[in-house]
């Protein structure tokens, strides 16, 4: 099956509140890296968590990384309606250069 | 500095004819990949070159599609004899290095075909 499924595949919450979003893989990586994609529009790169690294942070963004459960996890505090887009993770296996594979996403809608 | 420079945005093509789409790396980048993505779906990976080399296309097609990267010029795509199926955004990501640091996406090309 894929690697890289997101959790859940939908998240519908208010503004102000936050919104967390869950993925997991198979095989062994170098990096992970989430993925933020606007209906009909390009891929904008969130952040890149290295597999020696548990943590990162980006102004509200939070992932945390898991290699032991093989899982990595995206908060995004304070949502905004702004932040309505497709989430996705997308994993690079260790000896896969950069070539990633993606999860099916995770679709959030952030209301006023 | 530009970022990944995709072209066309959109492409109509009926049955049959060739679709041709090309990309422009960030200034620097020498390592291009291409993606595909099917409405409502992740992005799958087809294929990632190296100036003038073909690295890995375990995910392209064996038949109709093609990819290069020339040492001058962009990388094109190409798609022959296309299908409804190939109907999908087709997108571009670009990196400086080889491996385990970010990739930068393009807007994509749309391609229908009708």
């Known amino acids: 099956s894929q690697q890289g499924e997101e959790d859940p595949q939908a998240l519908s919450i208010q503004e102000g509140e936050n919104a967390t979003m869950n993925c997991s893989y198979k095989?062994?990586?170098?990096?992970l890296q989430w993925y933020r994609q606007n209906s009909g529009r390009g891929l904008v790169h969130l952040i890149l968590?290295?597999?020696?690294?548990r943590e990162k942070h980006s102004g509200r963004l939070r992932v945390t990384l898991d290699t032991s459960k093989k899982s990595s996890s995206l908060l995004i505090t304070a949502s905004r309606a702004a932040d309505t887009a497709s989430y996705f993770c997308?994993?690079?296996?260790?000896?896969?250069?950069?070539?990633?594979?993606f999860g099916t996403g995770t679709q959030l809608k952030v209301e006023l | 500095n530009a970022g990944v420079m995709q072209n066309p945005r959109h492409l109509v093509r009926r049955r049959g004819q060739e679709a041709r789409l090309r990309c422009s790396p960030m200034?620097?980048?020498?390592?291009v990949y291409w993606y595909r993505q099917l409405p409502e779906e992740g992005l799958k990976f087809m294929v990632y070159?190296?100036?003038?080399?073909?690295?890995?296309e375990s995910g392209m097609p064996k038949e109709r599609f093609s990819a290069e990267f020339p040492k001058e010029g962009p990388s094109i795509l190409r798609i022959q004899q296309v299908v409804r199926g190939d109907s999908a955004a087709y997108f571009c990501?670009?990196?400086?290095?080889?491996?385990?640091?970010?990739?930068?996406f393009g807007q994509g090309t749309r391609l229908t075909v009708v």
């Open positions: 997308a994993t690079a296996f260790t000896g896969g250069g950069n070539k990633l594979t």
């Open positions: 070159l190296q100036k003038e080399n073909i690295i890995d």
């Open positions: 968590i290295r597999s020696n690294e």
């Open positions: 990501a670009s990196s400086p290095e080889a491996g385990n640091t970010e990739a930068f």
């Open positions: 200034k620097g980048h020498s390592h």
């Open positions: 095989t062994s990586i170098n990096n």
